[in-house]
Nanobody, 121 residues
């Protein structure tokens, strides 16, 4: 079993910055990829950014140039640096990880509980 814990959400003003963190723990053999998703009220959950174990990165078009995803492999942690925040970024942000789990290396997909970001003046 694997657990993902997000942190760093909060209330910021438009144009502000915030950094989210997601730490994975449990019976992890390796992590194939980690990603950030977000979901605003009444909307579908959408991919924000993803990063593979090898460092390949994919961004949603609406955050390119504003958000940066990175990871610390030694800590099994992924970060999302968010700059130039807009009210439209307001959402619950979820961490997702695809892992190989335990000594049997079972493939699993896990979600964190989410952290709220509110961008408002």
């Amino acid at each position: 079993q694997v657990q993902l814990v997000e942190s760093g959400g909060g209330l910021v003003q438009p144009g502000g910055s915030l950094r989210l963190s997601c730490a994975a723990s449990g019976s992890i053999f390796s992590i194939n990829a980690m990603a950030w998703y977000r979901q605003a009220p009444g909307k579908q959950r959408e991919l924000v950014a993803a990063i593979t174990s090898g460092g390949k990165i994919n961004y949603a078009e609406f955050v390119k140039g504003r958000f940066t995803i990175s990871r610390d492999n030694a800590k099994n942690t992924v970060y999302l640096q968010m700059n130039s925040l807009k009210p439209g970024d307001t959402a619950v942000y979820y961490c997702n990880a695809e892992v190989l789990e335990g000594l049997l290396r079972r493939r699993g997909n896990y979600w964190g509980q989410g952290t709220q970001l509110t961008v408002s003046s």
